[in-house]
């Protein structure tokens, strides 16, 4: 037990505690409460909102392009707005989808898990929210105007660069990708230091659960993985902007050198928006099947190595491209291996069924879903790693299919089981299990449909990225059929919407702990208050509400008349410090705005740098301004007992 | 398992074959055996979890630890030492087939250069007498049974060449150089398609390979080697005299005539291919009359400009074009 020196301020009842932390912790009401809140609960449920729009937008994109390739020659759409549309579709779906909505839902439930108050630097994840919104509004707004990228996700030079791409559409291909890897960056900053520095009491590195474990993984990929495509995509940007030649072979530059740093990142990426899917698939894992995962340290292990490996994959991006052979095998030795951290987690999580027992709830669903579309897309990701079958299928169909399985497989089914996890926490409503089997059944079938056929139109010889096909291809058929999956899938979605619509009014009040789980966010109310915890628990074991039923252990002795949150130590979490928090403030949006303006006018003149830096500099100041009132007070902790 | 299509516009059929050269037949044999081996290890996977989930259970309550957790020990480590040993298999099995395909053609093999424009090919066979270099376009022929070596550029974006029957695929970069060799097993036309993602007409950028018999793409070489005939019927003459007034002659080559820019394909022996438009159109006179009027209905985003021709020229300018076979 840990006590902290008496404060005459301190009220003792419960009650009065509960007063007295909402007023210090809750948001200012109203609008200007919105855009000023540095809650970690507020700005987790807009991110997550907002990831879902594009999430929606990215799909009925993919959907107008079934519609356009249900048919050989179809006229649905034309080369150039279907170039623009599968560029879109990839863009959001990895920078404005996958990897911003798995970061937000960190955002959200890591410090409840954790049993802390907020995030570490409650004032820069409003600024990272702020700045993915400007970006994500940047590419579509670019896209209604018809300046859509129209390169493709991965924007290979030369086509890409200023002499094959004329116009404004690269440029903002560029930048969108700039605004989204600034708030990836900031948010896995927060992530990494809230879970190293924040975590409850006794929490300790090996007591953690393995959503957290896998968020600190995630966000340790970001770090090193985007900073290589901000990178290349500024370089891209100077090359277009102010004719500098990094990727123009016929001034020495090399178009290969795109590709290598794209996919120093671009493999990294994928296991990015994996790596906290397979978190959710753990959390619900236990609670469904009444028991902890099987293999603890071995989960653990696992998550690192595919973190580790993860960046060491990336050639076989490019086996086509020509490389040593010599090279290459070492990439495919490289990707076959990854499949084995992968592998071992199945095997736990199937281990831990076969032992608990299991409840067929709609998140379990989800999970069972998972583990048979994302095997199938782990067994054609070997096929792929070899050179030789690469090179016959690459860029075809087959890889659409491989891939579609695994990011659908590994992230998107996942996340709509976690959402129908955790939606009761968030909301305090529970979604209706009646439409989320329909809504399950509608995907899994749809997704199967859709992408499967797929398979047989690569080893069939269709290429990927084209916008039509013609009938003595022989390609129309499965085509169709695809087609037709895909609409199982627009409807399994709208169910989705609708069942999100209806519950959020109607759901079953959900009450603490509707599921009976073992974490810490399902000790506080749901929704949570915005201290999240009246008391901060004191951990003891891997899962604590199981462990210790009834009142959990807590801190005692820290002032709830101001926004305190606790600091303990890495490995043991011990109680280290106190840390002074800032209450709202509007500066992280201003900060934002000035960001904005800065990477907008950039793509128009290299004057944009003059404007944009001395706006952005004003508002960091007014950011960093000091208050007497936040006054960053440090005080040790004495340690009682 | 089917994996390549062989499926020629001209015959507008669709033809699953087989592999048609032994570089794809070893691919063939190491997609299949990995195919086969993912679908079993698939079947044993989803098993093992429907039994997991639906398995009766007894009365007694779980409990993390202790003996029932041996078991669940021995299934995970011996699950992961099989799922290495594949692995390791599948690596020594693909490297083996890798070292295969990329082995030296020998002297004998015929070489062929490949440069990827958008949206065609230009196909040269070259020789060390210059004279004897003939150029064609979207139509590639081979002997039978020989090598023959591709040597294959860029010059504008990245493209990348799939002949799925014949060969893997290898991308043409501009600034690097690539090259690939395949040896065709058996007669028969072949259709292959552009691979990397190359701008608005990525989609119909398709050629045909024509693996013939030994004699007979000799005389094939021999002919494409010619110049372009003069036409002798006064349509055809016209015709000529369109081609060489109009804005054809900006992008085109006929080797014999003036016409001698390399911007677009080369048309010496346009009457003699298979396909127009990169592999997207039969070549008939109804087709290529219309291609010349409007490529841009058929092509949206194509480089070349729509014609406007009175009647009478457009009826003697594809006149003249039939000639050139």
Known sequence: MTAIPADPARPTDDESVRRQLDETWRQ???????LTSVDHKSIGKRYIVTAMVFFVLGGLEAGVMRAQLARPENSVLGPDAYNQFFTMHGMTMMFLFAVPVMTAVGLYLVPLMIGARNVAFPRLNAYGYWVYLAGGLFLYISFFLNTGPDTGWFSYVPLAGPEFSPGKRVDVYAQSITFTEIAALVAAVELIVTIFKNRAPGMTLNRMPLFVWAMLVQAFMVLFAMPWVATVTQLLAMDRLVATHFFNPAEGGDALLWQHLFWFFGHPEVYIILTPGLGFVSMIVATFTRRPVYGYPAMVLSLLSVGFLSFGL???????????????????????????????????????????????????????GFVVIFVIGGVTGVMVASVAFDQQVHDSYFVVAHFHYVLIGGAVFPLLGAFYY??????????????????????????????????????EGMPRRVYTYLAGTGWGPLNLLATIGAVLVVVGVLLFVINVAVSLRRGALAGDDPWGADTLEWATSSPPPPYNFAHIPV???????????????????????????????????????????????IWPLLTAIATTILFVTLIFTPWGAVIGTPLLLLTLLGWGWPHGRDHQEQRMVEQTG | MPLTLASTLVQQAHASLNPASPQVRLVDRLGTAMFVTAAVVCLLVFAALLWAALRRRSGAEPVAGGRQERPMKTAVLLATGVTTVILFVFLIFDVSVGRSITTNPGNDALQIRVTGHQWWWEVQYRDSLPKNWATTANEIHVPVGRPVVFELRSTDVIHSFWPPNLSPKRDQIPGNENSLWFQADSAGVYRGQCAEFCGHQHAKMAFLVVAEPADQFEGWLARQRDTAQTPTDSRARRGKDVFMSASCVMCHAISGTSAGSRIGPDLTHLASRRTLAAGTLPNTRENLTGWIVDPQAIKPGVKMPPNQLSGPELLALVAYLETLK
């Open chain 1, 422 to 459: 955790w939606f009761p926490k968030i909301t305090g409503r529970m979604l209706s299990e009646r439409l989320g089997r329909w809504n399950f059944w509608l995907l899994f079938v749809g997704v199967n449909l859709t992408f499967f056929p797929m398979h047989q139109l690569g080893l």
């Open chain 1, 539 to 585: 951990v003891e074991g891997r899962a604590p509400l199981w462990e210790q039923p009834g009142e959990l252990p807590a801190v005692s002795g820290l002032r709830t008349d101001v926004r305190d949150v606790l600091v303990t130590t890495l490995l043991d979490a011990r109680p280290d410090s106190l840390h002074r928090h800032p209450p709202p403030t």
């Open chain 1, 314 to 368: 990336w050639v076989h991006h490019m086996f086509a491209t020509g490389l040593p052979q010599l090279g290459q095998s070492f990439f495919t030795a490289a990707s076959m291996m990854i499949t084995i951290p992968s592998g071992i987690q199945i095997f736990c999580w199937i281990a831990t069924i076969w032992a608990g027992r299991p409840r067929f709830g709609v998140p379990f669903l989800f999970v069972l």
């Open chain 1, 28 to 34: 200012t009401p109203g609008l200007w409460g919105w």
